[in-house]
């Protein structure tokens, strides 16, 4: 037995001297660290009493919440139980506990547009004149009724998209007398619908549909050809006239125009044509083929959109016929990208053709893989396929043609 009480006495002993040593290791610490960002443990113990109760210099939460009912504004209420928010876009609380009236609700903003009315009243007549299976008979009084609605307004109302289909339909389906009338309300404004971004499908339709007032439309574009073939919406109404509406004297005029401002400002009483121009003035070949050259790096610059266009294939074509070899292949290597989509008039053509007979090694390489996936179709073509004959003849790369055009050919 005195064994076992000389062991339990040791243990005991050991304990005591370990809880003792961490005490004093404890005292240490306390003593040496300093409270960071708050007191320390002893001074929180102090201080960790009843739930709510705030602790001296520290913000806490407010003592009684149930008091407090509602959201923090700073302001209470008479009856103490709501609180009136004053924010914006928020609807106050009546202290009788009632909601306010709602507020009358503002006007639509297409209310209070000029015309808006007529223009409101214009569709909902238009909704049915444009209707294609509509007979004849029941069409002609409701078309009545909407022209007699916009006459006097139509130059006010013409810029918006929907005005604007609604005159167009009127062209279609209105007499002589009714385009005639339409027209000479719109006379000196085809230079702004050209450049509006629904008015120029008007101008378009108004040069299609006129026919004793189509000179005169026309005459409106007089000096103003290369302006209005840089302007994207401006560019295609330019178009449709030279190609589709424009007699051969007109459209002399129109390309007249890039051969200075000389020749686009005074119009003679023959056809102009690029030799007798040239023969007549021998000492400004060398201007018009720098106006010529500046108008081309200007539409080329544009984009393929506007390349497409023939009237700037003619332009390129005459700069072809009085430039020099030294100044085609200059221009060569502006128009190598384009070629593609220049190809396929009479004109574009031609160009595609001298552009590639004058271009250099790496012309031509750019020239033939531009036109690698479209083989097919550009052989099938009725003027585009002489530049695929001319790519055939004149091209030294027989690893590039046979990449890039026999292989499409043989295989289709």
Known sequence: MSSNEDL??????VRAA???????????TQ?????????SNKFKKQFAGKAGQSKPGVAGKPKFKKEFAGKKTGVKSENGAKFIKAEKGKRKERDDGESPEPSAKKPKRSSTKPNAELVAQAKRLWEEVRLKKLEPAKRTPVLRKLLDLIRGKVKEIVMKHDA????QTCLKYGTEEDRRSIIAELKGTMLELCKGHYGHFLATKMLFYAKAERAALLSEFHGKIGSLLKHKEASAVIEFAYTDV???????DMVSEFYGPEFGLF?????????AIIADNADKKAKVIRYLAQHIQTLANKGSTVLRHSIVHHIILDFFRIADAKAIADMVSVLREAIIEMCHTREGAKVAVACVSYGGVKDRKIMVKNLKGYVEKVSTEEFAHLMVLRMLDVVDDTVLISKAIIADLTKN
Not at 164 to 167: A, D, E, G, M, N
């Open 246 to 252: 424009a007699n051969a004297r007109q459209r002399a």
């Open 8 to 13: 339990q006495t040791r243990r005991a002993a």
């Open 267 to 275: 119009k003679s009483e023959e056809k102009p044509s690029l030799e």
């Open 18 to 28: 370990g809880a003792s040593s961490k005490s004093a290791i404890a005292n240490r």
């Open 164 to 167: 604007s289909r609604i005159v």
């Open 31 to 39: 003593s040496s660290s300093k409270p960071a960002g708050g007191p």
